[in-house]
């Protein structure tokens, strides 16, 4: 088991859409409260980050070319994906992520380990999971997702932050 699992176990993620953010926290098994991301088509999706591997903080500039070899790998298997945020509920501790469809947990999982990650996470229509990287072991709860938006002047939400797209410029089936 990570040596950080309760961490993971309690961290939050949040995933950019176009059209919103999304924010996703576990809570105790059996528990889905708000709404499973339609396009996921109900498919599994996956948290992954390049950030500070092997639980060693980095600095912002190895973090930075870090997630971008892991974008470029994302890109170039042609997974549909979405940025995201991983951290702790307190908000003092973000990580840069991506959000994926199109992986299986041990796909995920072994893409994680690559990137010198202790774990991933997996999001289902019914459960939140966290995966340890190394291991077989899983930590299994419910979740709630709650959507946040930047409320233009008529009231109604803003698209999400737009993507960086100096990160890497080749055509992706990225969403947004």
Do not use: K
Request: charged share 25%; proline share 7%.
């Amino acid at each position: 088991m990570p040596r950080n699992w309760e961490r993971y176990r309690s961290a939050v993620v949040e995933i950019r859409f176009p059209d919103r953010t999304v924010h996703v926290a576990p809570r105790p098994t059996g528990t889905a409260e708000g709404s499973f991301p339609e396009a996921a088509g109900g498919a599994t999706v996956h948290v992954i980050t390049a950030w500070n591997p092997r639980g060693r903080t980095a600095s912002p500039d190895a973090n930075a070319r870090a997630h971008r070899l892991l974008l470029r790998e994302v890109r170039r298997r042609g997974l549909t994906w979405w940025s995201a945020e991983g951290g702790d509920t307190s908000g003092t501790h973000r990580e840069e992520s991506v959000a994926v469809v199109g992986l299986g947990d041990t796909a995920a999982r072994e893409l994680g380990r690559r990137f010198g990650q202790d774990a991933v996470f997996a999001w289902t229509p019914g459960a939140w999971r966290v995966l340890a990287c190394e291991t077989d072991t899983v930590s299994v709860s419910g979740w709630t997702a709650s959507e946040r938006c930047v409320r233009n002047s008529r009231g109604a939400c803003a698209p999400a932050p737009a993507c960086d797209p100096s990160a890497d410029d080749r055509p992706t089936r990225r969403t947004c």
